[in-house]
């Protein structure tokens, strides 16, 4: 019995595709399953064509899946075109409107027979209970606890829940919906039964998307200031921020650019307030001025960069991972800013809330390479102890450091203490000049390379933070794997899957992209011979990062895809055994008895 | 606290506004009056220079904050009015300045300008104005006037000035005035009524460049073609006319308040702080703030 279950859905906008997917994460949740849900939508503002991915598992789930379990058309063309986001083989069981008019064995998916095909009068059954077409979805619903077992009482809380504002008639109308789709199931049972076993509850499981938890993490750390400005697929932290910070005293600004964005989030650091601004990979381009301003005039500040398909406006509803260069390296002059990575959404909580602490205790802008997956997908997290997080402080000065102030003392460890306006002894001049240790611009060589040095310095230990990097996997393998983001939980399926082979793989997540921490790289290459750092990029921009800084092993390759082009687990799995069975090939002359 | 040599003085005077670096400025440079000229506001409204923020972004004139006490932010270009109100934001306690050149408010930094009006945070933005580039030597600025031969235009500017003045009269400013250093105790004045203006005030300082500036932009001609607002009788409470009068803006020199609106509207930054105490006793506390995403 499998112990999870990828439902892909799609139809055009009105059809409430997505909305039945809400709804069955929601129950599913409720019932103490883990899942994640990912929305795919047409380009239309309104309208059009909608799909959503569930993964519903007993058991802990990394990323959305590959190959669908269940597909689910409400009508073909619709479905058709999220081509390869919805992939159909052979075990998948096909559900679609018997309305459209082809019959099962004419379905319009080339070269694949599915494992049962199951056309459903939705529409009708939709109508002859609820009345309208619009229970379409909640037909579905019943179809999908009928055939699989999943969440029955949780969908009926849900719609209980969701119609309670509408008429009761409305939710009378769908509950017999939901029961027309259950009836229909256990009369026309599936070829192979299929039934989800049930979830080992344990306890309350959140349920929301890598944004809102950012969002919400930015509070946890403190955050008393937002500023930014709309853009997909981030712009949901700053609709959240909007909703809630206020209430912790906190202000949101909506201003009139990017730049002015990043900017008033740079004056309120200076102000002595933890800031944010976020965005995506064009709004990045523009606040990249301020970053570097806030580098040289030492300001914490978080960036969160919800990753889309670049450049310039390139698909900005799909995900890719194609701004580690932008995030490491678009500003000018010598700085080093501090990159990291989450690759779910309940770790969006814990590297947001890091990204905080960095900021403040080295006095840096620090860069959160969130992406679209990671924002916009929904996900069971299991719960967060908030009360033991210590978010970190910047250091104040005190005492005598106030009575001849430097603000960019030249420390051992490279950080000054900080003040803020309106602390009696602390004035000095924040610039994007270069500047000696009172703050006086300065154009004298000896001083510049002083700062360079101490602004560099500063963020050294930062390599040390193993505590940032999953090493998972067999410790001496041959094989290696690395991966970060959203991609990661691709890599940690594939690992599982390949070792369920037999095969000796490991793998490195690194969340920290930046600084490099070339020792912890090495340590892992120690024993590999070949391996493959996967991500969604065409470039492979994290595998030539690692390049610049660490020896790599020359068996060690990208497996890197434009963004838009899915990156599955069996996928990763099958290269993996390629290379554990080169290496045996490779190794077998050594093994030949010599002559 | 230990601050034996920090210490807050009863009174403040010129001086203690004044900080110990030299300004990089070419000797008879309009700048020198602007900055007297603060000091002396300063000195007059009396709050100790830790409680102030000056912030500024590129050019000779935006040097400016390091040559006062107060907590200086000298910025990146064009950028001074949207980090100024972050600051005012996140300590709308402060007393917050933000100056620089037409370049720097008006060409790359143009864009800001409206919003910070329309959004009326308790700012005073101070414009020096000089229609030209002094720091990269002598370029075209966005207020030169139309014709104007500079080394970025051999051939003669093509096109017209921006108009400051109507610039941000038309967004709706509460506050708009403009002075010169050819007169100290005007211009005095007006940034002392600026900064207690209660919302977002805009100072246009024609301050001359010496080295690349023209003949007819110098302080004595200043002095011999000013007119004075206030004894022209204009009614600074009628912002049509201030509008008509701002239309000679490039062909005389109008020194003192164009408009100053009697009833001046809620400052961005008092709303927001009305915001936070109407909703803070909403807030969930903090280690719970995750529940809300526990699915019903």
Known sequence: ?595 | MNTAAAHVADHHNVKDYQSDLKPIWCPGCGDFGVVSAIYRALAAIDRPPHEIAFVSGIGCSSRIPGYTTAYGFNSVHGRALPIAQGIKLANPELLVLVAGGDGDGFSIGGGHVPHAVRRNVDLTYIVMDNQIYGLTKGQLSPTSPRGLHTVSSSYGSLEDPVNPLLYVLSYGAGFVAQGTPADMNGLVAIIEAGIRFPGFAFINVQSPCVTFGEPEAQLKVHKATMKSLDSGGHDSTDRLHAMALAQEYGTQLYTGVFYRDPNPRPTYNDLVHERQAELGPMARPKDKILEMFVPE
């Not at chain 1, 229970?135 to 077992?149: D, E, I, S």
């Not at chain 1, 009360?387 to 450091?401: F, T």
């Open chain 1, 1 to 595: 019995m499998k112990s999870d279950l990828i439902i892909g859905m799609a139809g055009s906008g009105g059809d409430g595709i997505v909305s039945a997917g809400e709804s069955l994460i929601t129950a599913a949740a409720l019932e103490g399953y883990h899942a994640i849900l990912t929305k795919s939508f047409g380009s239309q503002i309104r309208g059009g064509e909608s799909s959503c991915r569930l993964r519903i598992s007993a058991g802990e789930v990394f990323n959305p899946g590959g190959t669908l379990d269940v597909a689910v058309a409400l009508n073909w063309e619709d479905f058709l075109k999220f081509g390869a986001e919805l992939p159909v083989d052979g075990h998948t069981v096909v559900i679609y409107d018997s309305k459209t008019g082809i019959t099962a064995d004419k379905i319009p998916l080339t070269g694949v027979t599915p494992a049962d095909v199951q056309a459903v009068p939705i529409g009708d059954l939709a109508k002859q209970t609820a009345g309208t077409d619009k229970a379409k979805n909640t037909v579905v619903l019943g179809l999908l606890a009928g055939w699989f077992g999943l969440a029955r009482d949780g969908i009926i809380a849900g719609m209980r829940k969701k119609f309670a504002k509408k008429s009761p008639e409305v939710l009378e109308g769908n509950e017999r919906a939901f029961a027309a789709g259950i009836a229909y199931a256990e009369a026309h049972p599936l070829h192979t039964a299929r039934v989800m076993p049930p979830a080992a509850h344990n306890g309350k499981r959140l349920l929301t998307d890598g944004n809102e938890m950012c969002a919400a993490a930015a509070i946890v750390a403190g955050c008393e200031f937002f500023g930014g400005y709309p853009i997909t697929p981030s712009t949901e932290i700053m609709q959240f921020l909007n909703r809630e910070l206020w209430k912790y005293g906190g202000t949101v600004l909506q201003a009139e650019d990017e730049i002015a964005g990043v900017g008033a989030a740079v004056g309120a650091s200076f102000a002595g307030k933890k800031a944010l601004t976020a965005t995506s990979g064009p709004g990045m381009s523009l606040k990249t001025e301020m970053l570097g301003l806030a580098s040289i005039a030492e300001l914490p500040l978080v960036c969160i960069n919800v990753q889309r398909g670049g450049p310039s406006t390139g698909i900005p509803t799909k995900s890719e991972q194609s701004d580690l260069f932008q995030a490491i390296f678009s500003s000018h002059g010598d700085t080093i800013r501090p990159v990291l990575a989450p690759i779910s959404v309940a770790d969006a909580f814990h590297i947001t809330v890091e990204a905080f602490n960095i900021a403040e205790r080295y006095q840096t802008p620090v860069i959160v390479l969130s992406d679209q997956e990671i924002g916009q997908r929904k996900e069971t997290v299991d719960p967060i102890d908030v009360h033991s997080i210590q978010p970190a402080e910047r250091r104040r000065p005190a005492g005598k450091e106030l009575e001849h102030y430097e603000r960019f003392r030249l420390t051992e460890s490279g950080i000054s203490p900080i003040s803020a306006p309106g602390m009696l002894g602390g004035n000095y001049l924040a610039s994007g000049i270069e500047h000696n240790e009172h703050g006086a611009p300065t154009a004298s060589g000896e001083v510049h390379a002083q700062m360079n040095d101490k602004r560099l310095r500063k963020l050294t230990p930062l390599k040390s933070r193993r505590d940032l990097f999953i090493i998972e996997g067999d410790a001496d393998a041959p094989v290696g794997l690395i991966s970060w983001g959203s991609v990661a939980g691709v890599a940690r399926e594939a690992l599982q899957l390949a070792r369920a082979e037999g095969l000796q793989v490991k793998l490195l997540i690194p969340k920290l992209l930046y600084p490099v921490s070339e020792e912890i790289y090495q340590d892992f290459f120690a024993s590999v011979l070949a391996g493959l750092v996967v991500e969604q990029s065409h470039q492979g921009q994290l595998y030539r990062v690692i390049r610049m800084h660490v020896d790599v092993p020359a068996g060690v390759k990208p497996l890197a895809r434009s963004g838009s082009n899915p990156i599955v687990a069996t996928a990763v799995a099958a290269r993996l055994r390629n290379l554990a069975f080169e290496l045996q090939r490779r190794r077998a002359p050594e093994l030949q008895p010599r002559e």
